[in-house]
């Protein structure tokens, strides 16, 4: 009468994934959950969650999710559907395209920068990017 089905065990756990500092993984990761990266990944990132890149961990490839903390390095294109925080030890190079930025003091931001507020469609879809509708910084 009161049964309640079981939980699994990543819902007992919550639903974030990890990669520890000193892990290198070379290839793609896609993920539908949070993630914290603390080691090195060659290759691209795509969740409908978000991303922390502690300040051990590394990104060298393409970045498409929802949020994004980084503290370590990213080298690449990354697209952000909503928020993008950047940490005062965080170095990014490449290309950003986000909906909101927020840049700490002491950063190495050396990227080009599309804001658009309405980037959920573009990244569901992945389409190219257009120009005329985007602000550049």
């Known amino acids: 009468m009161f049964e309640k089905s079981p939980k699994s065990y ?6 974030t994934n990890r990669i520890v500092e ?11 959950a949070d993630f ?7 290759g691209n990132f795509q969740s409908k969650g978000k991303i922390v890149i502690g ?4 990104i060298k490839g393409d970045i498409i999710c929802k949020n994004a903390d980084i503290e370590g390095k990213f080298e690449g294109k990354i697209q952000v559907a909503e928020m993008l925080n950047l940490k005062s030890k965080a170095s990014i190079h490449g290309e950003v395209i986000c ?3 927020s840049v700490e ?3 190495d ?3 080009s920068c599309v804001m658009k507020p309405n980037i959920k469609s573009t990244i569901s879809n ?4 257009r120009p005329e509708e985007a602000k550049q910084y």
């Open 99 to 101: 909906g909101k930025l």
């Open 22 to 32: 000193g892990t290198t993984i070379t290839g793609d990761i896609n993920s539908p």
């Open 126 to 129: 992945d389409v190219q990017q």
């Open 109 to 111: 931001f050396s990227a």
């Open 55 to 58: 300040p051990a961990g590394s």
């Open 36 to 42: 914290r990266l603390d080691g090195h990944l060659i």
């Open 105 to 107: 003091p002491g950063a």
């Open 10 to 15: 990543t819902d007992l756990l919550g639903k």
